[in-house]
């Protein structure tokens, strides 16, 4: 069952005295951000907004969003790191999962077993689970490790971009286990290291080796790259969400291209969609500096676009050299 932080948004409350709220989260806890909404509203009389597009972590605050609607306060939920404001109004909402992991990491034992070492990861909702998980790995002896966090992340932790904790014991474990159902960040996790990854889903209790999903992801994102390499006109394009501004990233793939020879246009977009470039016709590939994963995830996109990894990269190849793993790095940005 989730448990989303109600002690501390009663805190909040109490101690800035706001007219109006907002609150914003992630897909799967829209509804029960919902209700938390309407405690609000009925212990406290005042108005508050459900901010109802999804949000994708702390890069996808809604600081602006909530001036706009006149929220004193917006409560970030789901979004869990070691600070606990952003911005002037956003609030940082811990919610997190309390399903057991017993049984599913029973099933992963006899997998584990090859390895002389495991890393454990998570992501926000199952960070109260990586001491027992890792207790219970060792019970059954399998040696494991939490790497510590940077930046604001806790240790054990990853997000989409962001991968500190895993890169910096990687040469320490011959194997990673992520707690959680999230393909998408066990796929980082493997990426970013270059170790085998399984990812413990508690939910349908499996155990799922992510190898076969990473070599496919990292072929595609090799071929990215050459595609790109004859483009001539690029678009370099600064993500507009509150925690994607990166001018110098943008400014600085700009000058590397044209000292290259390349035309460059600089763009500024909130969602980089595939309906959203389509309209840009006279540019050949885009580098986008808002989210690593928008290259690499889903989106099939009708000319390369390229995220910041990628994007280096391609620089390597467009001078001669030949470019490392380009994903075993800490932070993709």
């Known amino acids: ?16 005295n706001p007219k109006i709220v907002a609150f914003s989260a992630p897909d799967g806890l829209l509804s029960q951000t919902a209700e938390i909404m309407s405690w609000v509203q009925e212990k406290y009389g005042i108005e508050a907004y459900l901010i109802a597009d999804p949000c994708w972590g702390t890069c996808d605050t809604t600081d ?3 001036r706009k609607i006149g929220a004193d306060i917006v409560f970030n939920i789901g979004h869990t790191v ?13 919610a997190y999962d309390d399903i057991s992991f017993d049984e599913v990491l029973l099933k992963a034992i006899p997998l584990l077993r090859e390895f002389t070492r495991v890393g454990l990861a998570t992501s926000s909702q199952h960070l109260r689970s990586l001491e027992d998980a890792k207790s219970f790995l060792e019970q059954n002896q399998i040696p494991a490790l939490l790497g510590h966090g940077k930046g604001q992340l806790n240790d054990g932790q990853v997000f989409g971009c962001e991968f ?10 011959d194997a990673f286990v992520f707690l959680g159902q999230s ?21 349908l209790a499996e155990v799922v ?43 600085k793939i700009k000058k590397q291209l044209e000292d290259l020879g390349k035309s460059v ?20 590939a885009f580098i986008q500096t808002a989210c690593p994963r928008i290259s690499t995830d889903g989106y099939v996109f009708d000319r390369p676009v390229l995220s910041v990894p990628q994007a280096d990269a391609l620089m390597e190849l467009l001078q001669g050299r030949n470019p490392t793993e380009f994903f075993e790095k800490p932070h993709w940005l």
């Open 265 to 284: 246009q600089l763009i500024a977009i909130r969602d980089v969609t595939p309906e959203n470039l389509v309209r840009l016709r006279n540019v050949d």
């Open 183 to 203: 393909r998408f960040h066990a796929l980082g996790v493997m990426l970013s290291t270059g170790k085998p990854t399984f990812m413990v889903d508690p939910y």
């Open 209 to 251: 080796n992510i190898s076969e999903l990473a070599e496919k992801s990292a072929k595609k994102a090799v071929l990215t790259v050459y595609k790109a390499l004859d483009a001539e006109r690029f678009g370099v394009i600064l993500g507009l969400k509150e925690g994607q501004l990166l001018r110098n990233r943008a400014s």
């Open 82 to 94: 070691i600070i606990g404001r952003l911005g002037r109004r956003t609030s940082l909402i811990d």
């Open 164 to 173: 500190y904790s895993v890169f910096d014991i990687k040469n320490e474990v």
């Open 1 to 16: 069952m989730f448990h989303i932080d109600k002690k501390k948004i009663d805190e909040e409350i109490r101690g800035k």
């Open 64 to 66: 602006e969003d909530a």
